[in-house]
């Protein structure tokens, strides 16, 4: 395949909760923007299963550990 680069990115935050709204909107932007990542690590989100709610970005796909 002449031409194609393929480029694979993977990044962890310890985003060390995440229940305040602006840490939520500027790692979301982040994850939206053009240097996003493949694949994001988020840990230690200290979220209960009724606030999986918070982790929905528009276009991403959340797996969960």
Same mark, same amino acid.
């Given at each position: ?10 990044? $962890? ?18 994850? /939206? &923007?053009?240097?996003?990542? $493949? ?18 970005? /528009? &276009? ?6």
């Amino acid at each position: 395949m002449a031409g194609v680069s393929l480029y694979l990115s993977i990044i $962890t935050f310890n985003v060390n909760g995440f229940h305040s709204p602006m840490k939520r909107y500027r790692v979301a932007e982040w994850l /939206k &923007g053009k240097q996003g990542p $493949t694949i994001c690590c988020l840990l230690e989100l200290h979220l209960t299963v009724k606030d999986k709610h918070r982790l929905k970005v /528009k &276009g991403q796909r959340f797996l969960e550990a």
